[in-house]
């Protein structure tokens, strides 16, 4: 299974940007999908999730600016990162719990990381 983010950039405080992710392979079924984001110096921290079920889950920090929405026919989650604060600045990545044909359970798998620079 690949992810392959797409999106990121510059963008000066109070724009906007957004995130893609696609998932390819031998993709049987995709349970919860989200982002996560390192800053330099800092540990990496979940911005959002949503689950098989479109349950969402967004980090303090974030909530009523990002959206996580998913696409499943698709296998593409997006991030829409609206009122965008220096303090996003970080290299996000995006994650998949994905079960694939030869196997029963899900695994985790991660996509490349997509740098995210907001200059005040």
């Known amino acids: 299974v690949q992810l392959q983010p797409f999106g990121g950039g510059s963008v000066q405080a109070g724009g906007s940007l957004r995130l893609s992710c696609s998932a390819s392979?031998?993709?049987?079924?995709?349970?919860?999908v989200g982002w996560y984001r390192q800053a330099p110096g800092k540990q990496r921290e979940l911005v959002a999730r949503?689950?098989?079920?479109?349950?969402?889950t967004y980090a303090d920090s974030v909530k009523g600016r990002f959206t996580i929405s998913r696409d499943n026919a698709n296998n593409t989650q997006n991030l829409q990162m609206n009122s965008l604060k220096p303090e996003d600045t970080a290299v996000y990545y995006c994650?998949?719990?994905?079960?694939?044909?030869?196997?029963?359970?899900?695994?985790?798998?991660w996509g490349m990381g997509t740098q995210v620079t907001v200059s005040s």
């Open positions: 949503i689950s098989s079920r479109a349950t969402t």
């Open positions: 994650y998949a719990e994905t079960r694939i044909h030869s196997e029963t359970f899900y695994r985790q798998y």
């Open positions: 392979g031998s993709i049987l079924s995709i349970g919860a």
